[in-house]
Each structure stands twice: as C-alpha cells, then as structure tokens.
C-alpha cells in the first residue's frame, strides 16, 4: 500500500511541504501498526542507502545556499559504523509517540492512541509532527 507523508522542507526562502511516498507492506488496522510499519520502511531504506557505495555528490551553489540557511551544509553522508537497530528503533518510536513527542495525523485527522483502529487507502495523506520543547529542561 502506499501512502503520502508530508515532509517540510527546510530553509528560510522554500519552507515548502512536499509529499514523499511510502510503500507500506501490507495494510495497517491500528496507530501502533502504521508506526511499526512506517519504521520498518525508513530503517530499511537508511541501511540500504549506508550500505551502498555511493561517489559523493557534487553541491551546487545553490544546494549550498540553501542548506546553509537551515544551518548545515553537507554531503548527506553517514559516517557511523553501526547500521540501525529495527528493534530498538521500533521501540522508540512507539515510546515517543506515547510521550507525546510526536504527532501523527491521516488527513486532517489527529490519531490519538496507539490502539485505535485506523482505515488506510491507497495514497492517504499522513503528516507527522515532532513537537519541540521551548523552554526549561526535564533535569
């Protein structure tokens, strides 16, 4: 099944969203399943991406520019040895969405537990928001 995640794109003068698409394994019925599934995609496509030996790409000045707004400029390469752990990635995702911080919306839609039953179509809009702490520390 695929699905349409929206991703915002960083930098002052394009703070754009664009729509990227996920092809999802099989249907998931519940907020806990999507996540699973979700993680499943991403942590695939990291370790397939690390593990490929890919010449690095040349920056324009405009890709320059454009990273530099959103403070980092680089050549998108992992430098870490350790591919990423499924389970311990899956694991901290559902944590993290049950401490809240995270959001996850289908539509316009806020999905709310991790038990709740959800009904996925072909090419549904899922956004996904990390929330971030303004102020004070938890320590």
């Known amino acids: 099944m ?3 995640v929206n991703v915002k794109k960083l930098g002052k003068r394009k703070n754009s969203i664009m ?3 996920y092809e999802l394994e099989g ?17 695939n496509d990291y370790n397939v991406h690390k593990e490929s030996k890919e010449l690095l790409k040349n920056l ?4 320059m520019e454009e990273q ?10 992992n430098y870490g040895e350790k591919p990423a ?11 993290c969405f049950e401490d809240g911080i995270y959001r996850i919306f289908l539509g ?14 072909e090419d549904c809009e899922l956004t ?10 938890m320590w």
Not at 31 to 43: A, D, G, K, T, W
Not at 68 to 77: D, Q, Y
Not at 108 to 121: A, R, T
Not at 128 to 137: A, C
Request: negative net charge; aromatic residues 2%; glycine residues 4%.
């Open 108 to 121: 316009e839609e806020q999905l709310q537990k991790l038990e709740d039953e959800i009904v996925l179509v």
């Open 27 to 43: 249907q998931p019925t519940t907020v806990r399943e999507l996540i699973v599934q979700m993680v499943v995609v991403c942590v």
């Open 60 to 63: 324009s000045m405009s890709d």
């Open 2 to 4: 695929r699905v349409l």
């Open 68 to 77: 530099a707004e959103s403070g980092k400029i680089s050549f998108g390469v």
């Open 85 to 95: 752990d499924l389970e311990a990635s899956v694991s901290n995702a559902l944590q």
């Open 19 to 21: 729509q990227v698409p």
């Open 128 to 137: 996904f928001v990390r929330l971030t702490m303004l102020v004070g520390r």
